[in-house]
T-cell receptor
Framework: AQKVTQAQTEISVVEKEDVTLDCVYE???????LFWYKQPPSGELVFLIR??????QNEISGRYSWNFQKSTSSFNFTITASQVVDSAVYFC??????????FGTGTRLQVFP | SQTIHQWPATLVQPVGSPLSLECTVE??????LYWYRQAAGRGLQLLFY??????ISSEVPQNLSASRPQDRQFILSSKKLLLSDSGFYLC???????????????????FGPGTRLTVL
């Protein structure tokens, strides 16, 4: 069975701090995709990144970076120099050949000025 | 570019009343379409998905139903709302993903702005 675990329910930081959101997944498949989505207070889910199971290269996009490690089944997300606008709920998700996107329970990030 | 619309944005309905939420996608053909529900403070639950007109798969048995009358239109309905139907409803779309010559799964799912439903 597929499962995504985001153990951190809520994280609070002060602006300019770095913060890492953890994501651990379970799947028996060798081919799968991992995602991160951001849900700001408005509610819409905003796609941030997709990573396939054959590509373990870390990715950096501005202040965002992702660390994918198959050995530990983790796909962690780091925000460098956090800003108030980063305050949101962040979801990690997994999809395999079944076409069902499995979401974690989300991590609420609050960035205080 | 592709866009996805949902309406209404917010809805307050009495228990026992009918429901119709609409989702439309622009800028793509034959997308996969999905309905999710997010209860307050909780994660997302897949309700229905569709790979084509008239093709609906239900993930959770309940008093909700879905229909896809047109290629890029997805409708979520109920004949009689329950208190437990309150929540945030999100529609999403994706395109099928080919791996070699096999239809493997789907590409990234992109979400609409959502409808916040309160049943009183």
């Amino acid at each position: 069975a597929q499962k995504v675990t985001q153990a951190q329910t809520e994280i609070s930081v002060v602006e300019k701090e770095d913060v890492t959101l953890d994501c651990v997944y379970e799947t028996r498949d060798t081919t799968y995709y991992l995602f991160w989505y951001k849900q700001p207070p408005s509610g819409e889910l905003v796609f941030l990144i997709r990573r396939n199971s054959f590509d373990e290269q870390n990715e950096i996009s501005g202040r965002y970076s992702w660390n994918f490690q198959k050995s530990t089944s983790s796909f962690n997300f780091t925000i460098t120099a956090s800003q108030v606008v980063d305050s949101a709920v962040y979801f990690c998700a997994l999809i395999n050949w079944t076409d069902k996107l499995i979401f974690g329970t989300g991590t609420r990030l609050q960035v205080f000025p | 570019s592709q866009t996805i619309h949902q309406w209404p944005a917010t809805l307050v309905q009495p228990v026992g009343s009918p429901l119709s939420l609409e989702c439309t996608v622009e800028g793509t053909s034959n997308p996969n379409l999905y309905w999710y529900r997010q209860a307050a403070g909780r994660g997302l639950q897949l309700l229905f998905y569709s790979v084509g007109i008239g093709q609906i798969s239900s993930e959770v048995p309940q008093n909700l139903s879905a229909s896809r009358p047109q290629d890029r239109q997805f409708i979520l309905s109920s004949k009689k709302l329950l208190l437990s139907d309150s929540g945030f409803y999100l529609c999403a779309w994706s395109v099928p993903l080919l791996v070699g010559t096999s239809l493997w799964g789907t590409d990234t799912q992109y979400f609409g702005p959502g409808t916040r439903l309160t049943v009183l």
